[in-house]
């Protein structure tokens, strides 16, 4: 079994069975925020673990399964490779949130419905794996069990000059029933075959990417039990150790003599867990969750999410303007009828995917490429990194390209 915790998204438009196939895959309902339930579609960044394993007696992909005994012979099978996978919306109004996660991840399942086929957020998913520069992609072609041989070969062939010319053209495309639980076997022998962890470095100075943060006290806990604040996301390099001293950034906002400041967090590891397994130090890969010494008021409610998490003196610089080069697609994907790109115009708002942080930018400068926004909030990247850029079409953010900072 590889060592390193491979990071899978799943992408796609809204309905088309992303969560429903993580619970057939990994036993877990991603989809735990209280709306969430209440509305049927994921809003919030989802996690969940499962290992997949290999039966020595079992034929084909038969043999690939996510228990460790075979039931058809009850053996115990071999431990083959560990998947983290994030579920993100595929809702237009949340492809902010989805755009969050692409930065922490080593491939994805794009899901395709049967039924419906190709719609204006599956467009605007791929296009944001392509800026994330995911090549490792899986088509699952979801929902087979409601469409009949004759609509099924029809979806294929869409979805096959849908991918044409992009960065899954060569993708393979994976029919199943995730409700159904029908050619799972399949899609995990194909995950074995081209999922694998990407290069990370566990030696550079550690960065975590903050997507969620969490006050897991329960109302009415003793003072003298109440734990710290908890965050969760992907280290995307070096190694976090138990009671180390962090600094988590940009920080907290204060407003001092009418000037607004923001104090970058100093505290210390508390506990450090991979899925539901408490370790004591963390590198790269895996969906991962830190207990920091904190108040617990500070992360509740994904308050913290957009952070990065860093070692004192170590930690990347943060941005209250940022100077960006960028790279306008040609034509605005994700609405019913595309339209063409237009030039960015001064003063314009934009919407700035940085690592797992989301803010607005006005734009107070454009020579050519290169553009200055103040943001509304400050981040903290690295120089050189990609982000994403969206702006406001039809009342909605629409992912318009990418930028490199300068």
Request: hydrophobic fraction near 40%.
């Amino acid at each position: 079994m590889s060592e390193q915790i491979v990071n899978i998204m799943t992408a796609g438009h809204v309905d088309h069975g992303k969560t429903t196939l993580l619970k057939a895959l990994t036993g877990k309902w991603t989809d735990e925020h209280s709306e969430e339930m209440k509305r049927g579609i994921t809003i919030r960044l989802g996690y969940a673990n499962c290992t997949i394993y290999k039966c020595q007696k079992c034929k084909g992909s038969k043999a690939y399964q996510t228990t460790k005994k075979c039931l058809a012979h009850m053996t115990s099978n071999e431990k083959i490779q560990e998947f983290s996978f994030i579920d993100v919306p595929g809702h237009e109004t949340l492809m902010a949130t989805m755009l969050s996660a692409t930065p922490i991840v080593d491939g994805a399942l794009l899901l395709i419905a049967a039924n419906e086929g190709i719609q204006p957020q599956t467009k605007e998913h791929l296009t944001a794996l392509e800026i994330a520069g995911i090549k490792n992609i899986i088509i699952v072609q979801n929902k087979i069990d409601l469409v009949d041989d004759k609509q099924a070969l029809k979806n294929y062939e869409e979805i096959k000059d849908f991918v044409k010319g992009t960065i899954a053209e060569n993708a393979p495309i994976i029919p199943l029933s995730a409700q159904q639980f029908v050619n799972i076997d399949v899609l995990l022998e194909k995950m074995i075959k081209l999922f694998k962890p990407l290069p990370k470095n566990d030696k550079a100075d550690p960065l975590m990417l903050v997507a969620r943060s969490f006050d897991i006290n329960k109302p009415g806990t003793n003072v003298s039990e109440i734990k710290g604040g908890v965050i969760g996301g992907s280290v995307k390099q070096g190694t976090f150790k138990l009671g180390e001293e962090v600094v988590l950034l940009p920080g907290i906002k204060k407003t001092i003599n009418n000037v607004v400041q923001w104090t970058p967090i100093k505290t210390r590891i508390n506990s450090l867990y991979i899925g539901n397994k408490s370790v004591k130090k963390l590198g790269p890969g895996g969906s991962t969750s830190i207990g920091l010494n904190i108040d617990p008021y500070l992360s509740k409610a994904d308050s913290l999410a957009g952070s990065v998490l860093a070692l004192p003196g170590k930690e990347p610089p943060i941005f209250k303007e940022l100077h960006l080069e960028i790279h306008l697609m040609e034509r605005i994907v994700g609405t019913s009828k595309e339209v063409n790109i237009e030039p960015l115009r001064m003063n314009e708002p934009l919407v700035i995917n940085a690592w797992s942080a989301k803010t607005v930018g006005i734009i107070t400068s454009i020579k050519g490429k290169n553009v200055t926004l103040k943001l509304k909030l400050p981040v903290c990247i690295n120089k050189n990194e990609k982000v994403a850029v969206s702006r406001l079409f039809d009342n909605r953010w629409r992912l318009i390209g990418w930028a490199i900072v300068k």
